[in-house]
C-alpha cells in the first residue's frame, strides 16, 4: 500500500484501499488453493471459496477456455484486478479532495 493512504488525511480513502486490497488477497488466495488442487472438504479452503466465488460473480464464467484452471485463472484473475484497480483509483480520488 502506498505511504500516502497513511497520512489520515482521508480515512475513507484508506478504507476503500483496504478492502479493495483484502478482497484481491481472497480472489488470490483462491486462484492459489485451485491450483495447488487444495482439500476442498477443508473449511477454510471452502470459506475462501465461496467468498471468492460471491466476489468474482460477474467474472468467474467470463472466459470459456478448455482448460479449467484458465477459466480459474483468468476468472477470478480479472476480479482481483478490476477490484484493485477500482478500488485504488477511487481511494485516490479521495485523497485528493
Do not use: C, K
Not at 65 to 94: K, S
Request: proline share 1%; glycine share 8%.
Amino acid at each position: 500500500m502506498s505511504p500516502r493512504y497513511r497520512t489520515g488525511s482521508n480515512s475513507a480513502g484508506t478504507v476503500i484501499a483496504v478492502v479493495a486490497d483484502i478482497v484481491a488477497v481472497i480472489l488470490g488466495l483462491w486462484i492459489l488453493m485451485y491450483l495447488l488442487d487444495a482439500n476442498r472438504a477443508n473449511d477454510l479452503v471452502q470459506f475462501v471459496h465461496h467468498a471468492a466465488n460471491w466476489l468474482a460473480g460477474w467474472s468467474r464464467d467470463l472466459f470459456t477456455f478448455n482448460e479449467a484452471w484458465a477459466r480459474v485463472v483468468a476468472g477470478y484473475g480479472l476480479a482481483a484486478v478490476v477490484y484493485l484497480f477500482v478500488g485504488h483509483a477511487v481511494a485516490n480520488r479521495m485523497h485528493r479532495h
